[in-house]
């Protein structure tokens, strides 16, 4: 299972307005899909992203096409601390 952060709800959000606005809401629709899809491969295979070391802790990182997905593995389930745009700079960013 996955869980979304505070500030991870808050990219998605900014992904899908700004997809939206750029792309339309179907392509950005479609896109939203495709990260929802990396989440449940990622629950499903915690480990499979690698791991970096944050200025604070150790978190993994995933790239899904334009995007990176920060998550930690907490018991059975991985927690989505960020979804940001490959240019952004994650590891300020946590």
């Known amino acids: 299972m996955w869980l979304l952060t505070a500030d ?6 900014h992904m899908a307005i700004w997809g939206a606005r ?3 809401y179907h392509q950005s629709e479609r896109y939203e899909r495709r990260i929802v899809g990396m989440l449940d491969t990622l629950a499903g295979n915690p480990q499979m992203a690698s791991e970096r070391q944050a200025s604070a ?3 993994r ?3 899904c096409k334009a995007h990176h997905i920060l998550y930690v593995i907490q018991d059975e389930d ?3 601390l960020r979804v940001l ?3 952004q700079d994650w590891f300020e960013m946590l």
């Open 8 to 13: 991870a709800i808050d990219d998605f959000d």
């Open 22 to 24: 750029t792309f339309g």
């Open 57 to 59: 802790r150790r978190v």
């Open 61 to 63: 990182l995933m790239p």
């Open 78 to 80: 991985i927690v989505i």
């Open 85 to 87: 745009h490959h240019l």
